[in-house]
């Protein structure tokens, strides 16, 4: 079961417009959604005590939603409300993963989160989290999330599967035409490399430091930098990675650079490597992890710093839910 909700406003309480802006609400709403009329289950309305030419349900009905149930209740009057004001929730037995809300008219005010373009951009270092709080963040939000790290992964198993050494620019650059890199989005992201789904192939500690080294060229940046500002252009998302704040979004909204002390991050990489069934030990991890801060903090080409807008989060000593919770709260302040 999915609850997609909209809203929209009159201009005037007649009957005619009413009837007009209703079915428009609902078609945008039925189309952003990939639904047909009748995977509608039910429609619910609420609208201000302005608006009373007719009752929406009734335009819905008028305007082909026959097979669903419909109901309609008028609002309490509030001070400072949006004034001749529809809302709408409708429901489907559909399972939609990212749910697309419609808000139109006047009421657009009333969801900026959603009716504006709004990116947030999330670094840190490596195993601070910020892969898992981003994609949480980003369902919270009901935008994309996009790991532009795996951007870079992809490049670095397409460098190694031709035998180039990502240290070496000059190697990489003899196969740079023979690699492409894309990402597309069915409620997960996909990582592609030259049209092969490699989403699962490029997490080895293998692929991870060539990644870092690969990063590190210039070119490689501009191209995956390119993918990543084309990603954010076309709508919300959350990006995360090393320079998002700093290179790829510096005019994002919402900023945050969070990260954990280096053991902590050990600690969690160990438990998840076990969980897969991995053998390296705390102490191999937590040297992989200090090598790749250093690596990552000392690059010339955009290093990992914290950008100096951004909200700098320590979750030493904070659970998952704790830092999506502290990163949505302050994300709404300021919508």
Not at 187 to 204: A, M, P, Y
């Amino acid at each position: 079961m999915t609850a997609i909700r909209g809203a929209t406003t009159i201009s005037q309480d007649t009957a005619e417009e009413i009837r007009t802006e209703t079915a428009r609400l609902l078609s945008e709403l039925v189309r952003a959604n990939s639904l047909d009329i009748s995977q509608v289950l039910c429609i619910f309305f609420s609208s201000t005590q302005d608006v009373t030419a007719i009752y929406p349900a009734k335009a819905a009905r008028e305007a082909g939603f026959v097979s669903c149930a419909l109901f309609s209740c008028m609002e309490p009057p509030i001070a400072g409300s949006l004034p001749l004001c529809i809302r709408v929730m409708i429901q489907t037995e559909q399972k939609i993963e990212l749910p697309k809300y419609v808000y139109l008219n006047e009421a657009v005010r009333l969801r900026k989160d959603i009716s504006e373009v709004i990116n947030v951009a999330i670094d840190g270092p490596a195993g601070s989290g910020k892969s898992t709080v981003a994609r949480l963040l980003a369902k919270k939000l009901n935008i994309l999330f996009m790991d532009t790290g795996a951007t870079y992964r992809a490049y670095a198993l397409g460098c190694l599967r031709l035998g180039a050494d990502p240290a070496d620019e000059a190697s990489v650059a003899k196969v740079a035409d023979q690699i492409s890199v894309d990402v597309t989005y069915d409620g997960t992201q996909h990582t592609f490399l030259n049209g092969e789904d490699v989403s699962d192939k490029i997490r080895t500690p293998e692929v991870s430091m060539a990644a870092s080294t690969v990063s590190k060229i210039g070119f490689v940046r501009e191209k995956m930098v390119a993918l990543q500002q084309e990603v954010a252009r076309k709508g919300s998302c959350v990006l995360e990675g090393r320079d998002i704040g700093t290179k790829v979004l510096p005019d994002a909204r919402f900023k945050f650079f969070v990260t954990a002390s280096p053991e902590e991050r050990a600690k969690r990489r160990f438990l998840q490597d076990r969980k897969k069934g991995g053998s390296e030990s705390m102490e191999e991890i937590l040297a992989d992890i200090i090598a790749r801060d250093r690596q990552d903090e000392t690059r010339a080409i955009s290093p990992l710093v914290c950008a100096p807008d951004a909200e700098y989060v320590d979750t030493s000593n904070m659970s998952v839910d704790e830092v999506v919770s502290c990163l949505l709260r302050k994300i709404q302040e300021k919508i």
